[in-house]
T-cell receptor, first 114, second 110 residues
Framework: EAGVVQSPRYKIIEKKQPVAFWCNPISGHNTLYWYLQNLGQGPELLIRYENEEAVDDSQLPKDRFSAERLKGVDSTLKIQPAELGDSAVYLC????????????FGNGTRLTVT | GQNIDQPTEMTATEGAIVQINCTYQTSGFNGLFWYQQHAGEAPTFLSYNVLDGLEEKGRFSSFLSRSKGYSYLLLKELQMKDSASYLCAVKSPHTDKLIFGTGTRLQVFP
């Protein structure tokens, strides 16, 4: 089965510019997550979707970050405007849902804000 | 609050056994996951424990004690390719959120 696909793999932008990341989860996985990972740290949850509904966005900085999953499959995470501190790896993950289902991660998008 | 502790770094020799510990203090518990992450790559699922005891999967085993808030990942017959970060993560029952520790960077030397 195909894994979680993310694009782009790398992105370099200047501060104050917008940026968007795209994620295609594993087919049949209703739960989709966006995580942020700083160097040497574990992933931190930004937002979790059950189908097209955002069920946990408590840690998403809503003043500059937005996300959507319109048809309950692909998802987009956007930052506008980007700040220097947003430089990190943005990981998308999907799962079948439920407490026992592992998350399957994509390779992430490494964002560098200059 | 949520707190998951792991050693930052460990080293071991090829062919040896290494144990990576994880302690957690979380508001609720609905399972503990271990992930492996090579540099620049995605975390990949290794094991899941929800009941006390040992789960064995090939060269990797994971142990859980819920009363002690403690887990370990045991890697046997270490290979050079096992050099990676190992992430401990706890599932919250209330939000279904997976909370990660900072990870343990393991270096295997010949």
């Amino acid at each position: 089965e195909a894994g979680v696909v993310q694009s782009p793999r790398y992105k370099i932008i200047e501060k104050k510019q917008p940026v968007a990341f795209w994620c295609n989860p594993i087919s049949g996985h209703n739960t989709l997550y966006w995580y942020l990972q700083n160097l040497g740290q574990g992933p931190e949850l930004l937002i979790r979707y059950e189908n097209e509904e955002a069920v946990d966005d408590s840690q998403l900085p809503k003043d500059r970050f937005s996300a959507e999953r319109l048809k309950g499959v692909d998802s987009t995470l956007k930052i506008q405007p980007a700040e220097l501190g947003d430089s990190a790896v943005y990981l998308c993950a999907s799962s079948l849902g439920g407490p026992h289902s592992p998350l399957h991660f994509g390779n992430g998008t490494r964002l560098t804000v200059t | 609050g949520q707190n998951i502790d792991q050693p930052t770094e460990m080293t071991a020799t090829e062919g040896a056994i290494v144990q990576i510990n994880c302690t957690y203090q979380t508001s609720g518990f609905n399972g503990l996951f271990w992930y492996q992450q090579h540099a620049g790559e995605a975390p990949t699922f290794l094991s899941y424990n929800v009941l006390d005891g040992l789960e064995e999967k090939g060269r990797f085993s994971s142990f859980l004690s819920r009363s002690k808030g403690y887990s370990y990942l045991l890697l046997k017959e270490l290979q050079m390719k096992d050099s990676a970060s190992y992430l401990c993560a706890v599932k919250s029952p209330h939000t279904d959120k997976l909370i990660f520790g900072t990870g343990t960077r393991l270096q295997v030397f010949p």
